[in-house]
Structures are given as C-alpha cells and as structure tokens.
C-alpha cells in the first residue's frame, strides 16, 4: 500500500490551497501549521502574507476561510487574535487515517520513505585494540546505532564503519614488549575456546600497561619498539602476525560488549585504521600534487587562515610527519577517499566526541579543497557531549579512573532486575523472564538515557533515575507497552477495532492526533540525524496514553462493544508505534512486565 498521508499534510494542502485561491499572487506560500492547546491545529502564516499585501489580517484570515473546504476533513474553522487560524478536524478524519496506518502490511505504519534516499556512510563505535572500552565509548556506539537504525527503515542505504584503532605506535611498543616477554601472555592460550571476550581483552589491557611503563622508562626499549613500527607498516611476517593476534582478541571482546548493548555488530563493517594504509602514500602524494599540502619543516602539511594557536601564528593539519610516519589525519583523508569513490556514498557521517571537531573541520575542509568532497557529497560530524556523573564532572570511578563500559552495564542491568523482581509475583513472571526482562530495562535504560538527550550536550549518569518508573525514562515507556498487552490479552473476544462513525473523547483525540504524526517526526528526525526528538516523541506518546487511561476506560461492561472495539484499536495502534519507535532507538519492548 502507498505511505498513509498525515493529518498535518491534508491540512496543509487545504490550507494552501484556500491561500491562493484569495491571494493568487501567494501560491506555494506556508500556512505555518502547528498542533495547538485552542484547537487541534492552529495556521499562523496569514499575519506575513497580509504585511505583504498591505492587507487587514483579519480581514485576509476571515477571506480565506470562505475559501476552505471543510467537509470531510476539517470540523471548523475560526479566525482568532489578529489573524489565525484555527482548525479542528473532524473525529472521522481521525479514525479513518489512525486505521490505514493500522492497516499498513509492511507494518510500516503508514510511514514513507524518504523522498531521494541515497547512500550514507556512518562511522561510529570505534573501540582501540588492545584497549578496554569505557563509558566515553558509549555515546558514540548508541548514537550511532540508532541513526543506523533510523536510517534505514526511512529508505537510505546505509554502509557501516567501525573505525577501529588497531594502528600505529602502541603496536610496536605491544608487539616488542610481548617478543621480550613471551611468557605474559601464557596464561591462556591465543583463541582458548574458553577464554571469554573480558578475559581476553584484560590479559591485553594488563599487557598493555606493563608496555606503557617500559615503553616510557626505558630509552633502548623505546627505540626497539620504534623499529618494530617500521617492520609493522612495512609488513614483516612476524610482527604483522603478532598484531593480527592482538586484533583478533580484541575483536572478540568487542563483540561481547556490543552483545550486551543489544547491537549488531558485523565483522565485515570494522576497518580500522589499519584497512587504509595501502592508501597513505598516494593521499599525500595528491595532496601535495594539488599544491592542497605543502612542506613545513620537513612535514606534509594543510595550513587555514581561520585556524591558529595560541601566539597567533597557523597551526596546520599535519598529514605527514617530518620523519616520514603518517598521522590520524592521512589514515581520515583516506578514509573519504575510500567512502567517496569506492563505497560511492552520498553522505559521510562521523559519530565522534565533540572534542575532536577541530581536527575533523580541517579534514573535512581538506578534502573540499582536493576535490573529494563537492556538492555531490557532504560529510558532517554528528559531534556529541560528556557523559557526567551525579556531580556534573566527567565520570569517574571513585579512584578518579575511567568507568569501563562492562561494569556500567552490568550495574545497570543488576539495578533493573532487581525492579522488575519486585513486579514479579504480581505478573506471575518465571526466573527466565525475569532476567530476560531485567537485561532489556537496564540496557533499555542505559541507551534512552543518552539518546533522549540531544547529543551535543553532555548528560548526568544517574542510574536510580535511569531505572525509576516515573518521569521520562525507557522503564516508563516500556512498563506503558507492557500494560497495553496485558489490556490485549484480558480483551476476551473483543479485538481492535476502528469504527470511524464514533465521537471520540478528548483524550482520545489527542491520542489519536499524536499517532498519526509518527511517520513525518521520523523523516525529520532522519534529515537531522537527531534520535532525541523521536525519544521525546515516544515519552509524549506514553504519556498521551496515561491521560487516556485516566479518562477512557477500554475494558468495560458500561461500554456498548463499538467502543470498546475502537479504544482498543487505539491502545493497539498505540503499542505497534511504542514498540516500532523503541526498536529504532534500539530498546527492546518486554511483552510482559
């Protein structure tokens, strides 16, 4: 079936048609629709329109109403204040749309695709090998998902990046420690079945730091390692099957991680540094070909004239280092390259912390200035914020170290378990359930917090809050899921139902209005890649639902059967729009809980 045309666009259409029906010179003008607390809509565009004309707004606004055919659509029409315009829909026009959406089969909900879908690369979750994930990797990893996510169900093909830091210095300081010391990694063998993703990457991470103390208190080690950098980036066997050791480990602690996250995570989508250094040599040679970089004391360098230091004098995008080695931004500059004319992508996205956006500004501007990046293609970082703890400072443990991302999941996970084990009995939940259940809300809790943020701004991680019942958390939106399936399940033989022909109460109304504005909230929210405003969206929903609980009662003997049949319909349109929303932030909805 074709999309479901919404509310808001079929009132808009007969707006603008009235528009230049009475202002022919006006045609394509906006009639600035917004949903209203006086009406169901309210049109503002009027006011501008009549400034124009030297027109009476008042006069204009009342002109235009005799213009408008109601009917079917539109209950009433009125002008208010100096010039709006007012519009209630009928309770038909309501129902009948809420029932295609229902009727959708692709279970789509009526939503459409986005008008010229293309291609979009995404880079986010990027994890360091030999290194443990903490709580700054969280942002972009759930961010990142959930544009995925959103993506994808509007239309846009959509190819996945983990840039992964599986390159560089540390790797021959790695590398060279382990040679010396053979025996640190004795303890379980490489690929033990048994050894577990946390077990590998700690046996890592502890070699890693031994590596670091010696790597900065030993010269002679420091050099060594130095050398073995070189045998890396020139492909010694040895040293290449060494790092391909460290990897392969690493990987497998990454995909445990991204498992308790409740996110897929593909082996063929993780190119890390290491996937372009084929491409280093020749992305500089361009760049200073192109007169784009030019030599700096000896370095490969991009210099702007908006971009200086301190003393005022420029600082440059370093592309190559004077003594030959390749920096962050040649392996990024490569990157787009990559994306662009082999991946063909339309659009570049970058999910990254929002204190790398100088580096990623001049990467970008670089790119402009070879020619990779035109008018065909964009690339924007998706910058985001710190994640803080109660104190409003970056999280620490109270050691003052990084929160690792495994404890933070596995806290909040034992958190929600213990909410819903108090909600057990009540449900009649098994053991099995109730840690099915407990894994969802915590992680649940863990991402709606994050994305219900906007993400350049930094938010508190409070877990009591994360977890709690009440207030705009994913337990709330998902315990409002769970009620509607169990009102389902004690229907009886009654089921969902639409019948246009009935009034609909005020709550019902504004239940039904908000349903229906699912499908344009998530074109806007793809267009600004911006997950927050359809988290907002749900929260609203969720609490649309309790006003409608509080004044509807949907199971009733009271009720004639028409409309028990019709508020069911709603709470069941309600719940496949709770879950399909929830899906796309990447939340599990729990059938019971």
Not at 167 to 185: N, R
Request: aromatic share 8%; net charge negative; proline share 4%.
């Amino acid at each position: 079936m074709p999309p479901v045309t919404s509310l808001t666009a079929h009132v808009h259409q007969r707006l603008a048609t009235a528009l230049t029906a009475t202002l022919p010179e006006t045609a394509d003008a906006d009639p600035l629709l917004r949903r209203s607390d006086r009406a169901d809509f309210q049109a503002n565009g009027i006011l501008a329109l009549a400034k124009k004309a030297k027109a009476n707004p008042r006069d204009l606004a009342t002109q235009v109403v005799g213009q408008v055919v109601t009917g079917d659509l539109i209950e009433d029409i009125e002008v208010s204040g100096p010039g709006f315009l007012n519009i209630t829909l009928t309770d038909r026009a309501i129902t009948e749309t809420l029932a295609a959406r229902a009727a959708d089969p692709a279970d789509r909900l009526g939503v459409p695709l986005a008008a010229h879908p293309g291609t979009t690369v995404i880079d986010y979750a990027q994890p360091n090998v030999a290194k443990e994930m903490h709580v700054g990797h969280l942002r972009s990893a759930v961010i990142g998902d959930a544009v995925v996510r959103i993506l994808e169900f509007i239309g846009e093909s959509v190819v996945r990046r983990h840039h992964i830091g599986d390159w560089g210095t540390q790797f021959g300081m790695l590398i060279q420690y382990l040679d010396e010391h053979p025996h640190e990694l004795d303890r379980k063998a490489a690929g033990d079945a048994a050894e577990t993703g946390e077990e590998a990457m700690s046996n890592l991470n502890r070699l890693y730091k031994a590596a670091r103390t010696h790597f900065d208190s030993d010269e002679e080690f420091k050099t060594r390692a130095r050398r073995r950098v070189v045998d890396l980036q020139a492909g010694d066997p040895h040293t290449l099957a060494v790092w391909q050791r460290f990897v392969d480990e690493s990987k497998v602690y990454f995909f445990s991680v991204f498992e308790k996250l409740d996110m897929e995570i593909r082996d063929a989508d993780i190119v890390g540094e290491s996937g372009y250094n084929d491409m280093l040599d020749e992305t500089c040679r361009l760049l200073e070909e192109s007169g784009v970089a030019v030599r700096s004391e000896g370095a490969l360098c991009v210099f702007f004239d908006d971009v200086k230091g301190p003393d005022g004098n420029p600082v440059p995008l370093i592309v190559k280092k004077s003594d030959g080695g390749y920096g962050y931004a040649a392996t990024d500059l490569s990157a787009i390259r990559n994306r662009v004319f082999d991946l063909k992508a339309d659009t570049l996205l970058y999910v990254v912390d929002a204190r790398q956006s100088l580096h990623f500004k001049m990467v970008f501007e670089t790119a402009r200035r070879a020619g990779w990046l035109n008018g065909d293609t964009k690339a924007q970082q998706l910058a985001f914020g710190t994640v803080l703890g109660k104190d409003g400072k970056p999280f620490k443990t109270r050691e003052g170290e990084t929160v690792r991302l495994v404890d933070l999941l596995d806290e909040a996970i034992d958190r929600a378990t213990t909410v819903v084990r108090e909600k057990a009995a009540k449900m009649g939940l098994s053991e099995e359930e109730i840690v099915e259940n407990g894994r969802f809300v915590g992680v649940g809790a863990v991402k709606y917090a994050d994305l219900s943020t906007s993400a350049v701004r930094d938010y508190k991680f409070d877990l009591d809050q994360m977890v709690s019942l009440n207030g705009d958390t994913s337990v709330y939106l998902q315990y409002a899921y769970a009620r509607i399936q169990s009102i389902l399940r004690k229907a009886g033989d009654a089921r969902p139902v639409a019948h246009p022909e009935l009034a609909l109460a005020p709550a019902e109304r504004a239940l039904g209005l908000h349903l229906d504005q699912f499908g344009e909230l998530l074109l806007d929210v793809a267009a600004g890649y911006e997950p927050h405003k359809l988290a907002a969206y749900l929260y609203q929903l969720a609490s649309h639902l309790t006003t409608f609980y509080d004044q509807c009662q949907v199971l009733s003997d009271a009720n004639p059967p028409e409309v028990v049949e019709n508020r069911l319909f709603l709470v069941d349109l309600t719940a496949r729009t709770l879950h399909r929303g929830m899906a796309l932030l990447g939340i599990r909805t729990p059938e019971r809980l």
